[in-house]
């Protein structure tokens, strides 16, 4: 019976063609968990036991949005807003509360237009990355490494790539947006005004809003790129070039950027840390060579170690596709693999010492799975400044890091030990990290540092987790809520809240 009040809801409030009864779907429909499951990016949760939603609808027309937003408030349900699905910890899928599913895949085009583009929140960054391609060899756009992230959730919270040394965020190019607000109204750059502009370019878009799409400026990218990877282990010095990359990484020039991975090795005969260092040079192969030789000399980059090719293809490498793939798998919507995951984050503004480098990989080995992966900051982050959008963390980092563990086995059990393992790693790390706020990243969602309990709107709750993520900038994100959300219909876990809900 409440699904057919909910569907005559719907349909007495939408008018587009296709109806909007057939983009609805209900547990009853046979599609239903087909389409829950489609973009539930992090399998821990898929569990029986998460809660699911009364319905999903998938828009494709404006007008499903609008009747979703006044069918919502009309039954007293949160609004669950999904682009890509890639929510570390689920916000975009899950809720405590009675819910629905704004799936936003089937808005996805992407057109690309002398220098600029719009592109649709369901796009993937692979399609965005392709579209580019197939139009300029000269262009890109600065954004994540990983093709299926969604547009969407991605901008909305700021969005690094390995070009962000020389072109900055994503949202430093954004340059308009399509927005449907609490009352339905659809509002662009000019209709919204500036401080919600500047709040849904990296203060997450979902206590906002619903964007439909972001017009885009493209970068210039060079016709060949170089690319390279190379391991080390602990025995072929890994500490000491560690050491040295912390002194380099965001002072080179900011056409490189060189990402380290860490990962503990847990062999029967070897207990030990094995580095990998991942680069792009907006540059040839001869440049970089002599960079290198210069700069970091105790990294050992040969020149027949970079590999030349166009940025496009540098983007598959990057995804570990090997050489010669077909462009095509951009387009693939689905990871090349699902896991169960968990992940933290972290700034540092200090090198961390060879004995305390030494010190964090025992501990690493000694937990057996969480990783690190070090990304330098510098070079444009450092010239923007720390309010220009609310992603605060500019100049004044080395680089940030990202924890991560993931396991295969369903189960409490599963989840709690590495869940245990990888809060005792970012423990250990407090010493040599941020402090007064410590700071984290918003598109690597963390409940761990603070939820407002039950999605309500509490200052001194959201206080908590939002200067981490915000610094000074939490303050106006809290007066741009307030007026354009007054009764906090877009709020979750972690959504900003409104002024004066103190308790
Ligand atoms: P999802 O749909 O889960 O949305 C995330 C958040 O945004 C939710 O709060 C959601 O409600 C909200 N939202 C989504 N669409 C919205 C819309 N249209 N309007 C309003 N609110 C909306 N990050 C990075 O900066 N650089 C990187 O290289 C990577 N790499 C990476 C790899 C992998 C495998 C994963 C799983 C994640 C990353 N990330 C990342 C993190 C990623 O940027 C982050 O998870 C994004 O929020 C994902 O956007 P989706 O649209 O996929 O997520």
């Known amino acids: 019976k409440q699904n057919k009040t909910i569907l005559q809801c719907l349909t007495d409030h939408s008018i587009a063609s296709p109806s909007i009864s057939s983009v609805t779907f209900f547990p009853t429909d046979p599609s239903f968990t087909s389409t829950l499951q489609s973009y539930t990016r992090n399998l821990r949760f898929t569990s029986t036991t998460t809660p699911k939603p009364l319905f999903i609808v998938v828009p494709s027309h404006v007008s499903h949005i609008q009747a979703s937003i006044i069918c919502c408030k009309t039954h ?22 009675p819910f629905m599913i704004l799936d936003l895949f089937n808005l996805r085009s992407v057109i690309v237009d002398n220098g600029t583009a719009w592109v649709e929140s369901g796009a993937t960054l692979g399609e965005l990355f392709y579209a580019i391609s197939q139009k300029s060899k000269i262009h890109g756009f600065p954004a994540g490494v990983c093709p299926t992230v969604g547009v969407g959730g991605h901008f909305s919270g700021g969005g690094y790539g390995n070009m962000m040394r020389k072109f900055g965020l994503s949202v430093d190019n954004v340059i308009d947006a399509k927005l449907v607000d609490v009352n339905g109204n659809v509002l662009d750059r000019e209709s919204m005004g500036e401080d919600l502009f500047w709040a849904i370019k990296g203060g997450g878009g ?13 970068v210039s990218v060079p016709e060949i790129v170089t690319v390279f990877k190379i391991e080390k282990t602990l025995e072929q010095g890994v500490t000491g070039i560690v050491h040295k990359w912390q002194y380099i ?42 960079l290198m030789n210069e700069a970091f000399p105790e990294l050992g980059l040969s020149f027949d170690q970079c590999i030349e090719m166009s940025w496009i293809e540098s983007i598959l490498f990057w995804s570990n596709y090997p050489k010669g793939t077909s462009l095509d798998v951009l387009l693939d919507r689905q990871p090349q693999q699902e896991k169960y995951l968990k992940k933290k984050s972290d700034y540092v503004q200090e090198p961390i010492s060879k004995e305390n480098l030494e010190g964090i990989w025992n501990k690493m080995i000694e937990l057996k799975r969480p990783a690190l992966t070090l990304n330098p900051y510098g070079g444009k982050m450092s010239e923007i400044s720390e309010f220009e959008t609310p992603f605060p963390h500019r100049a004044g980092n080395i680089y940030k890091i990202q924890y991560s563990v993931t396991w295969k086995d369903d189960g409490v059990e599963a989840s709690g030990r590495s869940l245990d393992q990888i809060r005792k790693l970012y423990d250990y790390m407090t010493p040599y990290v941020s402090k007064s706020p410590r700071s984290s990243y918003l598109n690597y969602r963390d409940v761990d540092i603070g939820i407002n309990e039950n999605g ?29 959300d007054p009764g906090n219909f877009f709020r979750y876990e972690q959504s900003i809240p409104c002024l004066g809900s103190w308790k």
């Open 76 to 97: 007293g349900l949160e609004m669950r807003i999904r682009s890509g699905g890639h929510d570390y910890d689920g916000l975009s899928y899950v809720s405590k509360a």
């Open 206 to 218: 979902a206590s906002f809003g619903i964007i439909i799409s972001w017009k885009i400026k493209l």
């Open 456 to 484: 309500n709107a509490s200052y001194s709750e959201g206080v908590i987790w939002g200067r981490k993520y915000f610094k000074g900038n939490f303050e106006r994100l809290v007066q741009v809520k307030s007026k354009v």
């Open 249 to 290: 990484a965001d002072k080179i020039d900011p056409n490189l950027f060189i990402r380290v991975v860490l990962l503990p090795v847990n062999k029967k005969h070897l207990q030990s840390i094995k580095a990998k260092f991942i680069g792009l040079f907006l540059g040839n192969g001869q440049e970089l060579s002599s």
